[in-house]
């Protein structure tokens, strides 16, 4: 009986340790750095915002239909060491997906590099299907929404963004791009997603 007062007694002090450690994770914090952009004019009701990148280094890999969790694993592998530095670099946010790119125009999976790093000192890719590329005066219109990035809340937020678009009289460039700010620990109802839409 001791025995097992003693095992369950370490499992609920494992458990407790483990949830601690996972909580800001499951609730939504994820406690790295996010892509610095300057805003242009923000829309709280509607949770959209116009934004501008100034500059950003991303590292990209093609995503095709069905093989986002292929091209995650891609780009972790490069911030984790596959690299020709082999360098460990820190996890930023947001993971942009579905990206037109510029160099391979077809959807894509890009990593934000910390904004610390430029062009010239950021590991290059040893994997041929890894690539970087600089991206710079970037203007978006962006949604900021919760819950899951299925093709129906995505389709939602994208008829509200493309609607405030054009009631502000500018003119989308492109198609939309997903941003999604959590790790799939995180519960839905506390993700942060986001649609942006590149606009003139």
């Avoid at 460039?173 to 506390?190: D, E, H, R, S, V």
């Amino acid at each position: 009986m001791w025995k097992f007062k003693h095992l369950l007694k370490q499992l609920t002090l494992i458990s407790f340790v483990t949830f601690t450690l996972t909580a800001c994770s499951v609730f939504g914090d994820n406690g790295v750095e996010s892509a610095p952009y300057t805003l242009i004019k923000s829309d709280s009701t509607l949770n959209i915002e116009l934004r501008n990148y100034d500059s950003m280094i991303l590292v990209s890999t093609s995503m095709p239909p069905g093989e986002r969790n292929r091209a995650f694993r891609r780009l972790f592998n490069y911030i984790a060491g596959n690299n020709d530095g082999q360098k460990e670099i820190a996890m930023t946010a947001p993971v942009f997906m579905d990206q037109k790119n510029t160099t391979k125009p077809k959807p894509a999976m890009s990593f934000v590099m910390p904004a610390s790093f430029d062009f010239e000192n950021t590991p290059k890719p040893t994997d041929p299907n890894v690539w970087l590329e600089k991206v710079e005066d970037y203007k978006v219109a962006a949604i900021t929404f919760s819950g899951t990035l299925s093709d129906s809340n995505v389709q939602e937020q994208q008829a509200l963004l493309q609607q405030w678009i054009t009631a502000n009289q500018l003119i989308a460039k492109g198609q939309p791009i997903m941003a999604a700010y959590n790790g799939p620990l995180t519960l839905p109802m506390f993700r942060k997603n986001e649609l942006l839409i590149r606009v003139e």
